[in-house]
């Protein structure tokens, strides 16, 4: 039995109490001296290798689970208050849907359903649906929710269809992950960047700053000698403006369910499902989507 718990927030409190990563996974915020803009860089190969191992995820569709992931850590970065992003995109075709949950301290999980998972192949055919944004604050209760046409299985190019229609802001994202050509199990870099204008960004600038992404060199020429070279690609986005960088955080993999969770997400059960299950004093096996825990819960305990 596999537990829905899309909509649980993460604890973005926990943070503080994880020791801290060694690994070179990084999110990057700064903001322009006397420019009007706001970037976000995200690098997190070795989270989303923990997070793939988990789910024995390879090849297209670990590459999607992460660019997925990067889309939901660039949005949350945005987030006013303690709380959460849950990022999903709905497609058709070789497998349905693949979503990730994030906080501005950098917890992330991130999931496409085992079924999917387990019957893909090298080179899937996918359409892109629909991408739905819920805003959640550290209550799990909805602060927001927007749902969007996709318009590309390329998550940059959704990101920004999503702030343009959503959120009617000035933006522009790129997002790349690479799976290794050698173990398809594991990737290469997971990266991406977010451009947004601030409100009072006057023509000039914005003009400026569509010339620097439009003329940016491809995303993946800034993996070199086997690291992502994020702080590189700072540099050729600032263009011609004088940049702070205002926080680096540390991204780690996190799945807040427990067996108390669990038992809360079980009382949908109707009374005589309950009841039959007490009867035949069976032991439920309770699956995460996220994190692939598994929960024996009693029959008892219902």
């Given at each position: 039995?596999?537990?829905?718990?899309?909509?649980?927030?993460?604890?973005?409190?926990?943070?503080?109490?994880?020791?801290?990563?060694?690994?070179?996974?990084?999110?990057?915020?700064?903001?322009?001296?006397?420019?009007?803009?706001?970037?976000?860089?995200?690098?997190?190969?070795?989270?989303?290798?923990?997070?793939?191992?988990?789910?024995?995820a390879k090849g297209f569709a670990f590459k999607f689970m992460a660019e997925t992931a990067v889309a939901s850590l660039l949005l949350s970065?945005?987030?006013?208050?303690?709380?959460?992003?849950?990022?999903?995109?709905?497609?058709?075709?070789?497998?349905?849907?693949?979503?990730?949950?994030?906080?501005?301290?950098?917890?992330?999980?991130?999931?496409?359903?085992?079924?999917?998972?387990?019957?893909?192949?090298?080179?899937?055919?996918?359409?892109?649906?629909?991408?739905?944004?819920?805003?959640?604050?550290?209550?799990?209760?909805?602060?927001?929710?927007?749902?969007?046409?996709?318009?590309?299985?390329?998550?940059?190019?959704?990101?920004?269809?999503?702030?343009?229609?959503?959120?009617?802001?000035?933006?522009?994202?790129?997002?790349?992950?690479?799976?290794?050509?050698?173990?398809?199990?594991?990737?290469?870099?997971?990266?991406?960047?977010?451009?947004?204008?601030?409100?009072?960004?006057?023509?000039?600038?914005?003009?400026?700053?569509?010339?620097?992404?439009?003329?940016?060199?491809?995303?993946?020429?800034?993996?070199?000698?086997?690291?992502?070279?994020?702080?590189?690609?700072?540099?050729?986005?600032?263009?011609?403006?004088?940049?702070?960088?205002?926080?680096?955080?540390?991204?780690?993999?996190?799945?807040?369910?427990?067996?108390?969770?669990?038992?809360?997400?079980?009382?949908?059960?109707?009374?005589?499902?309950?009841?039959?299950?007490?009867?035949?004093?069976?032991?439920?096996?309770?699956?995460?989507?996220?994190?692939?825990?598994?929960?024996?819960?009693?029959?008892s305990e219902l």
């Amino acid at each position: 039995m596999l537990i829905d718990s899309n909509f649980i927030a993460l604890d973005s409190n926990i943070f503080y109490l994880l020791p801290m990563s060694k690994s070179s996974d990084i999110i990057v915020r700064a903001t322009g001296e006397k420019a009007p803009l706001r970037f976000v860089l995200v690098s997190i190969k070795n989270t989303m290798n923990e997070i793939g191992k988990k789910h024995e995820a390879k090849g297209f569709a670990f590459k999607f689970m992460a660019e997925t992931a990067v889309a939901s850590l660039l949005l949350s970065s945005g987030l006013k208050f303690p709380g959460t992003v849950n990022f999903r995109i709905e497609t058709s075709g070789d497998f349905r849907l693949a979503q990730a949950d994030s906080t501005p301290q950098g917890l992330l999980r991130a999931m496409i359903p085992q079924d999917d998972l387990k019957k893909l192949g090298a080179k899937p055919k996918i359409t892109a649906q629909k991408i739905t944004v819920i805003k959640l604050n550290e209550k799990a209760e909805r602060i927001k929710e927007s749902i969007v046409e996709a318009p590309s299985t390329q998550m940059g190019v959704n990101l920004t269809a999503y702030l343009h229609q959503s959120e009617q802001t000035k933006s522009a994202a790129g997002i790349l992950a690479e799976v290794s050509e050698e173990d398809p199990s594991k990737l290469n870099f997971a990266m991406g960047f977010l451009l947004e204008a601030f409100p009072d960004a006057g023509t000039k600038e914005l003009e400026i700053m569509d010339a620097v992404v439009r003329t940016l060199p491809d995303l993946k020429s800034f993996y070199k000698d086997g690291e992502y070279k994020l702080l590189d690609l700072l540099d050729q986005l600032r263009g011609p403006y004088p940049i702070e960088i205002i926080r680096e955080i540390f991204p780690q993999a996190y799945c807040p369910c427990s067996h108390e969770r669990v038992l809360a997400s079980l009382s949908s059960l109707h009374p005589c499902e309950v009841r039959d299950l007490k009867q035949k004093e069976e032991v439920l096996d309770v699956i995460c989507e996220y994190c692939r825990t598994h929960y024996a819960v009693k029959a008892s305990e219902l």
